[in-house]
């Protein structure tokens, strides 16, 4: 039986996480799980998996958990700090599954306990980079890729040895704008942004898949997960999200990772790993699906994942700003304060102003994200 603390667990990947534990009920503990504002939700969960302790992010909203939770014996405790704490309670394996760079300081108090931490998270991989891969190494923690892109990878990479690769290359849907004219961009609204053709996602990652900037901060994701370096990572739009991704080596064969476009496939490799578990996922069923096409990425109507290659050849706080700025970017947008194309505009704005030094440990990337936040509300009252 492995132990398991679910950072996030009231979103899309605590869900399909959960899923997964309540069809396996022998095989996995429940130790934490931690929500930010869904209170029913998170109280519920706590009291089917039986969770030692749960974690309200809003701590506004604790007496509510307390009050759902009465009776039940489970620990309730909330904010930021509690976040953390719990996060340090040891656990076989770390889910960390919270939207943005508000996940990074709980996904790294796991990292610094040494055990396995799954990580959905980009953003905060994306923010902290080299100081995240630092403690990775230092505390000896076995980091798994959750992301169906960096998981695909990490399986075509087992056994190889990375001196070999010629390329790695990420695919991407497109998402639901792939085919739009650009003029007709930015008249793109929330709702038709967040209707993403084949997965069911989080808001944030949705707007990202539109823009392509979830892409963009896979680039720099598997940049940091898979060190063969910039000229080697590549971006082919693949419009049935079936390859999840592919290493080629130098010998000419290639490796690629099929399966549904189901989050519970790779959360289970995850879970599992270095075994595998059973998922009720449908199995894949190439002859129904007859037809896998691919294309170069349009980076005049897309032009995120630039942005993100840039950042990664810039360096130091490059991708911490560029990740803020879009946290904030796609906030203003989902709440209809700018339009769909001013998304990435005010990312490349707040970039061109200029980097702070580079963050040379936890304090100074939340300094930093701090700063480009406050950028990007600025840049975005200059855009017209
Ligand atoms: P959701 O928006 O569905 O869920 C986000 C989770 O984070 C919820 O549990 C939410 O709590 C919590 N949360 C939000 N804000 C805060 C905060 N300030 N402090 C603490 N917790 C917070 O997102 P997804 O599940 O879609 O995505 C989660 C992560 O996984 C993202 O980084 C995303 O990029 C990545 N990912 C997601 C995929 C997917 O298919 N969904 C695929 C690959 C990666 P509450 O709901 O209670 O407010
Ligand atoms: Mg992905």
Redesign the pocket.
């Given at each position: 039986m492995r132990s398991l603390t679910i950072?996030?667990?009231?979103?899309?990947?605590?869900?399909?996480t959960l899923d997964l534990v309540r069809r396996n009920r022998d095989a996995f503990r429940i130790v934490a799980l931690?929500?930010?504002?869904?209170?029913v939700?998170?109280a519920a969960l706590a009291r089917e998996f039986a969770a030692e302790i749960v974690v309200?992010?809003?701590e506004a909203r604790l007496p509510e958990l307390r009050e759902a939770l009465a009776g039940s014996g489970i620990v309730a405790t909330g904010g930021?700090p509690a976040?953390i704490e719990a996060a340090q309670r040891p656990a076989d394996v770390t889910v960390?599954?919270?939207?943005?760079c508000?996940?990074l300081a709980?996904t790294m108090a796991a990292i610094e306990q040494g055990r396995t931490v799954a990580l959905?998270?980009?953003?905060?991989l994306v923010s902290a980079g080299a100081v995240m891969t630092r403690a990775v190494a230092q505390h000896g923690t076995t980091l798994l890729p959750?992301?169906?892109e960096h998981n695909a990878i990490f399986q075509c990479l087992a056994g190889n040895d990375p001196a070999h690769v010629r390329w790695i290359t990420l695919t991407a849907s497109g998402g639901p704008f792939r085919d739009w004219e650009f003029g007709r961009l930015a008249k793109a609204t929330p709702a038709e942004a967040v209707r993403h053709p084949n997965?069911?996602?989080?808001?944030?990652?949705?707007v990202?898949s539109a823009t392509m900037m979830?892409k963009g901060?896979e680039f720099i994701e598997a940049w940091h997960l898979f060190p063969v370096g910039v000229e080697r990572l590549r971006i082919l739009v693949h419009p049935q999200s079936i390859v999840h991704s592919m290493v080629e080596y130098r010998d000419g064969s290639t490796l690629a990772q099929l399966g549904p476009s189901d989050?519970r496939v790779?959360i289970a490799s995850a879970l599992a790993w270095p075994a595998r578990m059973e998922t009720p996922c449908e199995p894949l069923d190439l002859a129904e699906i007859g037809t896998l096409t691919f294309r170069r990425p349009d980076e005049v109507r897309f032009p995120a994942t630039r942005l993100a290659r840039e950042a990664v050849v810039a360096g130091g706080a490059a991708a911490a700003v560029l990740n803020a700025a879009n946290e904030i970017a796609v906030a203003a947008f989902l709440s209809g304060q700018i339009g769909f194309t001013q998304i990435v505009q005010c990312c490349e704005d707040v970039l061109a102003y200029g980097l702070p030094s580079s963050p040379q440990c936890l304090e100074e990337v939340v300094a930093v994200d701090l700063e480009a936040r406050a950028r990007a509300r600025e840049a975005m009252e200059l855009v017209p």
């Open positions: 950072l996030g667990a009231t979103g899309s990947i605590g869900a399909s931690t929500g930010h504002s869904n209170v939700a998170l309200i992010g809003d930021a976040l960390a599954a919270i939207v943005g508000a996940g709980p959905a998270n980009k953003e905060a959750i992301d169906s997965w069911s996602m989080g808001a944030k990652i949705s990202d979830n901060l989050m790779p």
